[in-house]
């Protein structure tokens, strides 16, 4: 059984610019959910994916989207970046939406200069 | 706005001993509290969890207790190992969907 995978695990992006961060959910996961975890602060959630459909959005603005595939894997983009996006970026997988039993990933480091 | 909070940012304890975690939020609507630990360079794993009709959950040396009136919940690790050193994080959720809102956690330490 297969965890979820995040790629790549660092990266450094420069104002403006845009962003794709990957996740491959757990198998048998169906469910994704994106969160945000700043530096010395709480991990905030981004949205979370359920079958291919985006089923929750936390308080980010539109410049924040994703897709979630028919395998269940999830893309987060982020467009426009400023440097308040700097921090790991987690990816969780549940079994499905109403499931609080996630697996999250090792995070995306994006560091925005 | 931090719903959850963690005010401890680290703890230090000596193995063998205690370790008392402690986390407040602030929505009364949470009815589940869960508790994740992460290591560096690692996602967060679930380590123990709550519903709001209990007031205690027991697993291991991991005990959780929930004082609702309060608004308060404590994980307590008995005893400490050096293995258990680590960021610990409160979640809590109010949706059926699952959304959990996270503490900034606290950094463990346990020395020998």
């Known amino acids: ?113 | 706005d931090q719903q959850v909070k963690q005010n401890s940012p680290s703890l230090s304890v000596q193995e063998g001993r205690i370790s008392i975690l402690n986390c407040d939020y602030t929505n009364s609507m949470f009815d589940y509290f869960l508790w994740y630990k992460k290591y560096p360079a690692e996602g967060p794993t679930f380590l123990i969890s709550i519903s709001s009709i209990k007031d205690k959950n027991e697993d291991g040396r991991f005990t959780v207790f929930l004082n609702k009136s309060a608004k308060h919940l404590s994980l307590h690790i008995v005893p400490s190992q050096p293995g258990d050193s680590a960021v610990y994080f409160c979640a809590a959720k109010t949706d059926s969907w699952g959304k959990l809102q996270f503490g900034a956690g606290t950094q463990v330490v346990v020395t020998p």
């Open chain 1, 1 to 113: 059984e297969t965890g979820v995978t995040q790629s790549p695990t660092h990266l450094i992006k420069t104002r403006g610019q845009q962003v794709t961060l990957r996740c491959s959910s757990q198998s048998g996961h169906n469910t994704v959910s994106w969160y945000q975890q700043a530096l010395g602060q709480g991990s905030q959630f981004i949205f979370q994916y359920y079958r291919e459909e985006e089923n929750g959005r936390g308080n980010f603005p539109p410049r924040f989207s994703g897709l979630q595939f028919p395998n269940y894997s999830s893309e987060l983009n982020v467009n426009a970046l400023e440097l308040d996006d700097s921090a790991l970026y987690l990816c969780a997988s549940s079994l499905s939406r109403g499931s609080y039993g996630y697996t999250f990933g090792s995070g995306t480091r994006l560091t925005v200069v």
